[in-house]
């Protein structure tokens, strides 16, 4: 190489970096919390997608501004120990800028400090949040204020396994008006049991009626019909009223008696509950949510869109009322995104998250997984109507949802009241002994965030 | 000179001390020590969730003991509580008694006084459990005591014309003593086989010359010559054993029927989905165990003289 070539070179080289642009591309990390899961792996990557969509109106814009979504997938085991994970790296300072969590951690989350107010956020923006289904913001709101975005919305009932009704001699109007009697009052929670320990005896199921084995919020449902209020809206506390808690032990106990719920159910592990439904000759009756409804499919050996043979196989209703003429109960666990208070990002966050809140990202989450829209618009759209039948038929039951408190103890408050459920159920206590122990265990560990009701 | 030289010996001394002590004692204020302060401090705080240190407060040991005048140290204990104390002591005393010492001490005699290479199959198989991966171990107990007659131990029970039995629901205790048992007894094998190895041979040999039957030599020769280690598995398991709580959690998960004070240390703190994440109050608890397990090691160290065993041995050479 000629010495002329290399200053020929330099010179090229010189000419080239002084025309650089002034402001170099800059990239911002924006660190998103999610745990690995399989009902929901678009839960992460909608934000992913959201950015995506973001940088493009950045680069139409002539920003040289771009975003870059770092993601922390979580192993934990449930969305409470990840949320308990979560408060510990806010705790440590490590917390991410966006969170996927369950909604009744938010009580939790402002109380630490992490969860951002939404409520600017969402005036700034109202027309991508117009749609959103209000009763939803229910989920987010603490103390007056939004804290989060829903992510996705469900609904839990009772599942009935058709055949083996027809087995016990129900006759087709019986099956086909169950969910109406239901919700008028006429087929109870004790009726069930009947109806589920008849199966047992009769040998038609080997388990009449099988709840979650687990500490979770679908005894929320039952603790509702027998017209348990959890919260005390006005005062922000938790609640229990011991006669009805007595009267719902009580009800627990009587299905044990009609060997319709197993006695043993609080030790069985998840996938025993769903196998026994989803078997040839055991469960009768389950109860837990809409997202299970293409692995039954499977099971039932249909077809994916087929509608019609599903529910020949199965009928839903809502939790019965605990007394004839009483209203049924269901509730709705929405998963949300939560913003970090403390974050440099926090307003870039929450347009992530309002861009993953639309109605063809969420639809895509939303028939994947069988989980219901989060905005009215969704139940039109194509994708909805020809894969979405499911959560479309799941619809009406969210009439009579609640939601679980966003109180900070909810947990301890779920896993007192559990402690309760399985005394009763495995026989060491009865009813009203059970109960007066879940009150003195509430009022030892929650003192002045639970309400004790006669 | 004579100074320097002592004051030379003085630090070699001292410098030997601390590189022969330093890693051990460094290791027991890191591991040991450190985390009981530690535990303390938490033990008397509210901290919950977000880990942080806020008041110093005794409110946690206020969900274990209520004030009673009437009772006779001013207070009584609530009911969860006391239910684990008894659960702890019955899960401890059983599995040490009828596994970790009993048991072990039987395969010990039995496996030596059968052919070596019997003997060493026999123990190969019984440390087994302590070598498969809990998790593993677990599932295995699991398919076994399945309450359907799909279980393996319901199987056979039906085949032998009785009736299906439900372990966990019916004897939740027994399924946890024999699951950790099993574990345990290997650790007592091992200790016990190897002491009754180093008894003389001629001990046995002058034993049956007088006349002495199998059952006599267990009693006036191995017996004798295995106090230590009958002393030292005993305080050792017993404090292992009260805070273990692995094969609860993995058998049993949280249930009340197991729920030891362990378990119920380890399900109000760090156990994922039970209503968690009140460290404080599990470390009050902890602060319990810690105290239980002082006492029960002084008392068996009395109980036991286990002073003697670590004596400084009389023919020491000077």
């Known amino acids: 190489m000629s010495i002329r070539s290399i200053v020929g070179s330099a010179v090229v080289a010189a000419t080239a970096l002084s025309f650089a642009p002034a402001a170099m591309a800059e990239e911002i990390t924006v660190k998103l919390w999610s745990r690995a899961d399989r009902a929901g792996p678009l839960r992460a990557g909608n934000i992913v997608a959201a950015a995506e969509t973001l940088n493009a109106m950045l680069k139409a814009s002539g920003s040289e501004k771009s975003v870059k979504v770092e993601l922390i997938e979580t192993n934990a085991k449930g969305f409470d120990a990840d949320a308990l994970d979560l408060l510990k790296a806010h705790s440590v300072g490590e917390a991410p800028d966006i969170a996927v969590a369950a909604h009744e951690w938010i009580g939790s989350f402002v109380e630490a400090g992490f969860a951002a107010n939404m409520e600017e956020h969402i005036a700034s923006v109202p027309d991508l949040y117009a749609d959103m289904i209000p009763s939803l913001w229910t989920s987010v709101s603490y103390k007056g204020n939004r804290y989060g975005v829903p992510q996705d919305s469900e609904v839990r009932m009772f599942f009935y396994n058709n055949d083996k009704l027809r087995a016990l001699g129900k006759s087709e109007e019986f099956i086909a008006g169950l969910p109406a009697a239901v919700n008028s009052g006429e087929f109870t929670l004790y009726d069930l049991c009947d109806v589920a320990g008849e199966a047992v005896e009769k040998g038609i199921a080997e388990q009449g009626l099988l709840h979650r084995p687990n500490i979770g919020p679908d005894f929320q449902m039952l603790m509702a019909s027998f017209g348990i209020e959890m919260y005390n809206q006005e005062q922000a506390k938790l609640q229990i009223s011991k006669s009805k808690l007595t009267e719902y032990y009580g009800w627990l106990r009587y299905c044990v008696e009609k060997k319709a719920i197993p006695a043993d159910i609080t030790s069985w592990d998840w996938s025993s509950v769903h196998d026994a439904f989803r078997g040839k000759k055991t469960a009768l009756i389950k109860f837990h949510g809409i997202w299970h409804g293409n692995n039954q499919i499977k099971a039932f050996g249909l077809e994916l869109d087929d509608k019609d043979g599903y529910f020949d196989k199965i009928t839903w209703t809502n939790a019965p009322a605990a007394a004839k003429g009483g209203s049924p109960s269901n509730m709705s666990h929405p998963i949300v995104y939560v913003v970090n208070e403390q974050s440099d990002q926090k307003e870039l966050a929450a347009m992530l998250v309002a861009l993953a809140s639309q109605p063809v990202p969420n639809t895509r989450h939303a028939v994947t997984t069988n989980h219901t829209p989060i905005t009215f618009g969704q139940t039109a759209m194509p994708d909805f109507v020809e894969k979405g039948w499911l959560q479309i038929a799941g619809t009406p039951l969210l009439k009579y949802a609640q939601f679980m408190p966003n109180h900070s103890k909810i947990g301890q408050y779920n896993s007192i009241t559990f402690q309760g459920v399985q005394a009763v159920e495995t026989g060491e206590m009865g009813p009203q002994e059970a109960a007066e122990f879940v009150i003195e265990e509430l009022e030892a560990e929650l003192s002045d965030d639970v309400i004790i009701l006669d | ?318």
Request: hydrophobic content about 55%; aromatic content about 12%; glycine content about 6%.
């Open chain 2, 1 to 318: 000179m004579q100074t320097t030289l002592m004051n030379r010996s003085k630090r070699r001394q001292m410098s030997n001390a601390a590189l022969f002590m330093g890693p051990a004692i460094v290791l027991l204020l890191l591991f040991f020590v450190a985390p009981i302060i530690l535990n303390l401090f938490v033990a008397f705080s509210d901290m919950h969730q977000t880990v942080d240190f806020r008041e110093f407060t005794t409110k946690q040991f206020a969900k274990l003991f209520i004030a009673d005048d009437e009772a006779l140290l001013g207070f009584s204990l609530r009911y969860a509580f006391n239910k684990a104390l008894i659960l702890s002591a019955i899960y401890v005393f059983c599995t040490l008694l009828f596994f970790n010492v009993g048991f072990g001490l039987i395969l010990a005699i039995t496996t030596t006084s059968i052919p070596e290479r019997l003997g060493t199959f026999y123990r190969a198989v019984w440390l087994l459990p302590r070598m498969s991966p809990s998790v593993v171990y677990a599932l295995l107990w699991h398919w076994t005591i399945t309450p359907t007659e799909t279980g393996l131990l319901n199987q056979i029970l039906v085949y032998s014309g009785l009736e299906p039995i439900n372990l966990k629901l019916d004897n939740p205790m027994l399924l946890i003593i024999l699951a950790n048992g099993f574990i345990g007894a290997s650790m007592g094998m091992i200790i016990f086989t190897s002491a009754i190895r180093s008894i003389p041979k001629h001990l046995f040999y002058a034993a049956k010359v007088d006349g002495a039957g199998p059952l006599a030599i267990i009693r006036f020769v191995v017996i004798p010559a295995l106090r230590w280690p009958l002393s030292y598995i005993t305080v050792y398991q017993t404090l292992a054993l009260l805070v273990s709580f692995e094969y609860i959690w993995l058998l049993m998960g949280p249930a009340r029927s197991t729920m030891t004070l362990a378990m119920l240390a380890f399900t109000k703190s760090l156990a994922p989905g039970v209503g968690g994440g009140q460290y404080a109050y599990g470390a009050a608890i902890s602060l319990i165990l810690i105290i239980i397990g002082v006492i029960a090691a002084l008392g068996l160290w009395r109980l036991t003289n286990m002073k003697k065993l670590l004596q400084a041995p009389r023919i020491e050479v000077h």
